[in-house]
C-alpha cells in the first residue's frame, strides 16, 4: 500500500509539468496578438514597441515558457495585464471563494444525493426507483447556469427572500458564519449542487444495489439481523466509495463554477476567469487555468490515497 | 451535467467480466432495449426532434429568421405563433426546430470524434504496450488532470467563438475519458489466451485487432460514448450562452437561451423554453444511455 | 384550463403568479437586504473588476466615470451639470490658459492655488510637471506604463512641459492642435508626496491613492467591491459629494445588475437591459436616459474589394435600416442617428443627405450602382457579441441583416469578442487579418473633435496612430480637418467642425444607425442627479435618503 501510495505520489510530478505546459501552449495558439489587450485607442508605434519588450513578448516562446516556468515554480505567475496586480494575489482569494461555493454546493448535493440514492437503492426496480431515477438524471441533465437564472427571478427579485448577487454587503473579506453571509451563498451553491446531486444519487444507488446482492448480506439476512443493522452494514460498506465520489465532483466543480459564479457575480475563479477570456489578460487565463488545473491533480491524488487507506481490498496497477 | 458522467462512468474503473462480443450478445441488448418502456419513450421523443430538425425546413410553420419589431415577444399559447416569439419578433417553435441541427450536430460531432480518436489511441496503447502504451497514456493522462468544463472553456476562451473551435475543444475534452475505457479493455484482451495463441501463430497484429480487440471495446466504448452525448449538448450550450460558442444568426438552443435571457423579465416563459428543449433532449439522452447501460450489463 | 395557464404551470416559472402569491402570504415582506442606508450611495458597474486607482483609470469611459474624476482631478474637466447641452470642457485645476500667438504649439497654463491632496500635500507647478513625468518621460522614477497606457490616447500629441513659476505651466504640443484642452481632462493628477511616502510602488499606492478629487477611496477589493468616502476638503465647495459614501461594485451581467437592484442590493445599476425597463417601472424605480456623445455605426473599407466604395452603396445602406424598429427592440433607450453627431450637437451641421427609412429609395440607388434582385451587394461586417457601448449587438446585427436583405444587401458577420474585435480595428481594413471585410461594428464617441470627426475621416489619421479604419481619402475633408486643428476659438472651431460633419454625412462615410441613450435605473430614494450628455457624470450632488 505504501509503495503504491508513494508511487502515485510520484507520478503526479510529471503530470503537473505536463499541466503547465498546456497551460503555457494554450494562450499562444490564441489568434491575434496578446498586446492588442493593453494597448488603448489610439497608441503610437513607439508606445506599442515599449510595451513589447515590458511585457517579454518580445522573446522566443521556448525562452518565455522556461522563464515563466522558473518564475511559477516561485509561486510568481507574473502580473495582470489589466490591473498590474500580481496573478497569484488576484487568484488566491477567488480560489477560496470558489472552494466555499463549491464545498457548499456538494454538501448540499450529498443531502440530496444520499436521499435520493438511499430511496431509490433500497427500492431498485419498483416504480419509485424509477421516478428517483428520473430525478437524479435531472441534476445531471439540468443546464445549471439556465436554472441560476430562473432561481435567481423567483428567490431574490420576486419573493425577495435571498439577495441575488455577491457574497454580502462586506463582500468576500467579511465573509463569515452567519446567516448574514451564508444567505449569499444558498442560491449559487443550490444551483451548482444539482450537479453533485444527480450524481451522488447515482453512485449511492448503484453502490447499495451491489452491497445488498453480495453474499455477507445474504448470511446477515439469514441470521436474521434487524433491517436497522443492515442498513449500518450498507453505509459502512458505501460510504468510502460514495467519499470519493464527492472528492472528485468538489474536483470539478472547482472548473464547473464558472457558469455560475458569472450569473451569480460570485467573485471566484469562475468570474475571474470570465473576466480574463473577455478582457485577454492572459496572465491572468494562464495563472487560474494553471492553479484550478494543479488544485485539481492535488484533490484526485489525496482522494485516491486516502481510498486505498480507508479500503486496502481495492487492487491498484 | 458535463463533468459529471465522466467522473461518473469511471474511465477509471477497468471494465470488469469481459463477455465475447457475440452478434447474440448484441441482439439481446437490442431485444431489452426494446422492451424497456423508458428507452423507446426517449427515443421516440428524441427521434421526433432529430426528424424535425432535419426537415425543419418543411415542418417549421414560419420563417426561423423573419424579424419583426411588430410582433416580438408574443407569448407562448398564441393561435399564430405557438411558442411565441423572440425577441426580434421571430417564430420561436421554428427557431427551436432549426435549432436542434445545431444543437444535435453540437451533441453528436465532437462525441463521434473523440471516440474514434480516443478509441484508436486506446486501442493502440492497450495493445501494443509498453513504452507505446506509456507515450499515449501520459500525455492522455495530462489532458485528464483538467476539470472537463475547466478545459472546454480555457480552450473556446482562447480560440474564440465559432462552431469549428467549439467541436475542437469538445473533442479535445473527451478523448482522454474515452481513450482510457479502451486502454484498459484492450490491455486485458492482449492478456487473453486466444489472443497470445493468435500471436503464438503468427497472425497479423492487425488482424487479431480487428478480429478479437476491436469487437470487444466496441461495447463499453458505445456506452460510455453515450452517455457523453448529453454532457456534449449542455457544455456546448453552456458554451455558446457564455458566447464563446455558435455565433449568430445560427439558431442555437444555448445562444437562444443567451439573448432572450435579457427578456427574463418581460417574458419569462419565452425565455426559458430553450432552457427545456435543452433539457429535455439531454434527459432523453441521459436516460438511454442508462438504458443501454443495464441492457448490456444483464449476465447471460 | 386554457392552454396558457397550463404552459405556465408547465414551465413551473409563473414568476408573477409567484410573485402575487408570495405577496399574499405576507413572505417577501421582511426583505433578506440590508436595505438601503442614508448617505451610501451603492452602485453598480458593468465593468467587471474595480478600474485601476493609481490616477489613470482603466476600462475605458466608465472607469474615469467612477474612478477617475471621483478620486482626482485634471488641469481641464468637463462640465457636468447641465442635461440640456452637450458637455463642455471648462478649467479645473488650470483657471485660466492662453496660446502663442507667435507659436500656436506653446500653450501657458496658470494654476489654482490653495488646492490639496487628500494626504495634506499641496498641488502645485511641481505637482503637475511630476504627473507628465508620471506618464511620458520613460526614465523617471515614477514612470508607470500601466498609467502611460490608459493616457496614451489623452497625451499623444504633448511634447514637452515644463514649470514657469510655483504655479505656471508650460505645454508644447507636437503639432498645432487646439483639441488640447479637450485632452487635458482625461489626465489625472496623482500626489507625489503619497507615492514617496507608500515606498514609490504603484502597487502600494492603489491601496492607498491620494488625489485632489471630491471622493477619497477608503477601500476596495479587486473585482468586488471599492468603497469611496467624501472629501470634505474639497477646493471646490460646490461639489463636495452630499452622501457620506460611494460603494462600487462591478457586475458584468445585465440581468444580474437588474436582479441586485429590484431586490434592494444596489440603489443604482448602469445599463439596464431595455425589456428589464417595463419590469423597473413597474417597481417604481427611476429610468434616467439623455443624448451623449455616442453612436452605434458601421466604419467602413473604401479598399479595391469593397462595395462601399461606390457612395451611392454606401448611401442605400445607411437608408436601408429602420431605426424606429431598433429604437423598438432597444425599448426607446435609443436614438435613430442623422450622422456621426446627433441633430442637436453643435457640429451637426446642415448635411444634405437625409439618413431615414427609405428601402424603395436604397434599391434605386442600387440599382443606379449596378446591382439587383438577382445580383446583390455581398458584404461581410465584423462584429462583436457584447462589449462597452456595443448596446445589444447580437439582436441589432440580426435585424439589421434583415433589412438589407430586403434591399438587396447580403450580409455576413464575423463575430468576435469585443477585446479582438477592438485588436482588429486597430489593424486597419487593409491588414491580412482583415482581408475581405468590408466594416466593423465598433460604438464610437464623439466627445471631442478628434476621436468624433477629424480622427475618423482625415486621410493622416489612419489607424493606429488615428481612427481612420477604412482608408477614407477626401481632400475636403483633410482641408477642415487641418482648420479646424488650428481653431483655437471655440464657436469658430465648432462652425469649421459642422462644415466638416456635414461633408461626411453627404459623402456617408460610415454607416450610421442609432445613438445609445445612456440609460441607468435608480431606486425612488435617489436625489439630485442630473444626468449630462456626456460619458462622465458627476456623483457628487446625488443623495440617497
Known sequence: MLVYILRRILYTVPIAMGVSLVCFALIHIAPGDPLSAIIPEGASPDTVAQIRVAYGFDRPLPVQYLKWLAHVAQGDFGLSIMTQRPVLAEVAPALVNTLTLAAAAVLFGFVLGCLLGVASGYLAGRPTDKVVTAASITGVSIPHYWLGMVLMVIFAVNLNLLPATGMGEGGSGTFGLGWDSLQYLVLPALTLSVIPAGIIARSVRGTIAEVRKQDFMQTLHAKGLPGRRIFVHVVKNALPSVLAVMGLQLAQLLGGSILVETVFSWPGTGFLLNNAIFTRDLPVLQGTILVLAMFFVLINLAVDVLQTVVDPRIKRA | ?300 | ?545
Open chain 3, 1 to 545: 384550463m386554457n392552454r396558457r395557464s397550463f404552459m405556465q404551470l408547465l414551465s413551473g416559472v409563473s414568476l408573477t403568479a409567484v410573485s402575487l402569491t408570495a405577496g399574499e402570504l405576507g413572505l417577501g415582506l421582511g426583505s433578506a437586504q440590508a436595505q438601503a442606508k442614508p448617505g451610501v450611495l451603492r452602485v453598480a458597474m458593468t465593468a467587471a473588476d474595480i478600474p485601476l486607482t493609481t490616477g489613470q483609470p482603466s476600462q475605458g469611459a466608465e472607469g474615469i466615470r467612477f474612478m477617475g474624476i471621483t478620486l482626482y482631478d485634471g488641469l481641464t474637466r468637463w462640465d457636468l451639470s447641465k442635461a440640456d447641452q452637450a458637455a463642455q470642457v471648462i478649467p479645473d485645476l488650470a483657471e485660466s490658459w492662453t496660446v502663442d500667438p507667435k507659436d500656436q504649439k506653446v500653450w501657458t497654463f496658470k494654476l489654482r492655488q490653495g488646492v490639496t491632496f487628500h494626504d495634506g500635500s499641496e498641488f502645485n507647478a511641481d505637482a503637475v510637471i511630476w504627473n507628465f513625468d508620471k506618464l511620458m518621460k520613460t526614465d523617471a522614477p515614477q514612470f508607470d506604463q500601466a498609467q502611460a497606457n490608459q493616457a496614451a490616447s489623452y497625451d499623444a500629441n504633448i511634447g514637452s512641459w515644463r514649470k514657469i513659476d510655483d504655479y505656471t505651466v508650460e505645454i508644447a504640443t507636437k503639432r498645432v492642435d487646439a483639441v488640447l484642452p479637450y485632452n487635458l481632462a482625461g489626465l489625472f493628477m496623482s500626489s507625489p508626496k503619497r507615492w514617496e511616502e507608500v515606498g514609490k510602488d504603484w502597487g502600494k499606492f492603489a491601496e492607498k491613492p491620494s488625489g485632489t478629487g471630491p471622493w477619497i477611496l477608503e477601500s476596495f477589493k479587486p473585482r468586488e467591491r471599492a468603497e469611496l468616502i467624501r472629501n470634505p476638503n474639497h477646493w471646490n465647495k460646490a461639489r463636495i459629494p452630499k452622501s457620506d459614501r460611494l460603494v462600487l461594485l462591478p457586475m458584468p451581467d445585465a440581468n444580474t445588475r437588474v436582479a441586485a437592484l429590484l431586490s434592494g442590493q444596489v440603489d443604482w445599476i448602469e445599463a439596464p437591459p431595455p425589456d428589464a425597463v417595463p419590469r423597473l417601472k413597474q417597481q417604481k424605480m427611476q429610468i434616467v436616459t439623455n443624448l451623449y456623445p455616442h453612436v452605434w455605426p458601421f466604419q467602413l473599407s473604401f479598399l479595391e474589394d469593397s462595395p462601399f466604395k461606390d457612395v451611392r452603396v454606401r448611401k442605400a445602406a445607411n437608408l436601408a435600416i429602420d431605426r424606429e424598429g431598433l429604437v423598438k427592440l432597444l425599448g426607446g433607450l435609443a436614438a435613430p442617428a442623422k450622422g456621426m453627431v446627433d441633430e442637436k450637437h453643435p457640429w451637426f451641421g446642415k448635411p444634405t443627405f437625409d439618413i431615414k427609412y427609405d428601402p424603395e429609395g436604397a434599391k434605386k440607388l442600387l440599382k443606379e450602382a449596378g446591382y439587383g434582385p438577382d445580383k446583390p451587394v455581398k458584404a461581410k461586417f465584423i462584429i462583436s457579441p457584447s462589449g462597452s457601448g456595443q448596446m445589444l449587438p447580437l439582436p441589432m446585427n440580426e435585424f439589421i441583416k434583415e433589412n438589407f436583405k430586403d434591399v438587396g444587401i447580403d450580409l455576413e458577420f464575423e463575430v468576435l469578442d469585443w477585446e479582438a474585435l477592438r485588436a482588429r480595428r486597430r489593424l486597419g481594413a487593409w491588414a491580412p487579418e482583415n482581408k475581405g471585410r468590408h466594416g466593423i461594428n465598433n460604438s464610437w464617441a464623439y466627445w471631442d473633435p478628434d476621436i468624433g470627426l477629424i480622427g475618423t475621416a482625415a486621410s493622416f489619421a489612419k489607424v493606429p496612430g488615428g481612427f481612420n479604419w477604412g482608408d477614407f481619402k477626401d481632400a475636403k475633408v483633410d482641408e477642415l480637418s487641418t482648420k479646424a486643428k488650428a481653431a483655437f476659438e471655440p464657436a469658430e472651431q465648432n462652425k469649421i467642425l459642422a462644415d466638416l460633419h456635414s461633408h461626411i454625412v453627404d459623402e456617408a462615410m460610415w454607416i450610421w444607425v442609432v445613438h445609445d441613450l445612456n440609460p441607468r435605473a435608480m431606486r425612488p430614494n435617489v436625489k439630485g442627479f442630473v444626468q449630462a450628455q456626456s460619458w462622465f457624470q458627476d456623483l457628487t450632488p446625488v443623495t440617497v435618503s
Open chain 2, 1 to 300: 451535467m458535463p463533468q459529471t458522467s465522466i467522473a461518473l462512468a469511471g474511465a477509471d474503473a477497468p471494465a470488469k467480466g469481459r463477455r465475447p462480443a457475440t452478434r447474440s450478445f448484441w441482439r439481446n441488448v437490442l431485444r431489452r432495449l426494446l422492451r424497456d418502456p423508458v428507452t423507446m419513450t426517449c427515443f421516440t421523443i428524441l427521434l421526433l426532434i432529430v426528424l424535425a430538425a432535419i426537415f425543419a425546413p418543411y415542418v417549421a410553420p414560419h420563417d426561423p429568421y423573419r424579424t419583426s419589431m411588430a410582433r416580438r415577444l408574443i407569448a407562448p399559447g398564441d393561435a399564430r405563433y405557438w411558442l411565441g416569439t423572440d425577441e426580434l419578433g421571430r417564430d420561436l417553435l421554428s427557431r427551436l426546430i432549426y435549432g436542434g441541427r445545431l444543437s444535435l450536430f453540437m451533441g453528436f460531432a465532437p462525441v463521434l470524434m473523440a471516440t474514434a480518436i480516443g478509441g484508436a489511441l486506446g486501442v493502440i496503447a492497450g495493445y501494443v504496450g509498453g513504452a507505446m502504451n506509456m507515450l499515449i497514456m501520459r500525455v492522455i493522462d495530462v489532458f485528464y488532470a483538467f476539470p472537463s468544463v475547466l478545459l472546454a472553456v480555457a480552450i473556446s476562451g482562447v480560440l474564440g467563438a465559432g462552431i469549428g473551435n467549439t467541436i475542437f475543444s469538445l473533442t479535445l475534452v473527451f478523448i482522454p475519458p474515452v481513450a482510457r475505457v479502451a486502454e484498459s479493455v484492450a490491455t486485458q484482451m492482449r492478456m487473453q489466451d486466444f489472443v497470445e495463441a493468435a500471436r503464438a501463430t503468427g497472425a497479423a497484429n492487425w488482424r487479431i485487432v480487428l478480429a478479437h480487440v476491436v469487437p470487444n471495446v466496441t461495447g463499453p466504448i458505445l456506452s460510455y460514448a453515450s452517455s457523453l452525448i448529453s454532457v456534449s449538448i449542455v457544455l456546448a450550450a453552456g458554451l455558446s450562452f457564455l458566447g464563446l460558442g455558435i455565433t449568430p444568426p445560427e439558431p442555437e438552443w444555448g445562444l437562444m437561451l443567451n439573448t432572450l435571457r435579457q427578456s427574463i423579465y418581460v417574458a419569462p416563459l419565452n425565455a426559458v423554453l430553450p432552457g427545456v428543449m435543452i433539457f429535455i433532449t439531454s434527459m432523453c439522452f441521459n436516460l438511454m444511455s442508462d438504458g443501454l447501460h443495464s441492457a448490456m450489463d444483464v449476465k447471460q
